[in-house]
């Protein structure tokens, strides 16, 4: 499982600095294929979820929790995305809260 805190560093231990990172992730939201298979993901699993009748048995509860746990998953991979690029955005134009002042 990849370490979040280590996400800036590639293969082979090459260090990527920010704005590489947060212009690889703007690349791939901005990309069609990656929004097309995103949407495409999103919906099969929607539709899996919707469609499997339940019978009760803790064989399809534990498959309804992993569709589940899989749409959560998908967005919370584009979510982490989102959140490179605009962090960056912020670094860009030096923002800084309300009471970071040092």
Known sequence: ?????????RKGGKRQSPEVVADEAK????NPAFQRAFDG???????LIVKTPSDGSPE?????????????NLH???S????TV????????DFRPTGSEG
């Not at 499982?1 to 560093?9: F, L, R, T």
């Not at 993901?41 to 539709?47: F, G, H, N, Q």
């Not at 605009?86 to 134009?93: D, K, S």
């Open 1 to 9: 499982m990849a370490d979040g805190k280590n996400a800036h560093i």
């Open 27 to 30: 690349q791939l939201l901005d």
């Open 41 to 47: 993901l999103e919906a099969s699993i929607v539709d």
């Open 60 to 72: 399809h509860e534990a498959a309804e929790r992993e569709m589940c746990r899989s749409l959560r």
């Open 76 to 78: 919370a991979l584009k």
């Open 80 to 83: 982490k995305l989102a959140k």
């Open 86 to 93: 605009q962090g960056q955005q912020l670094r860009e134009v």
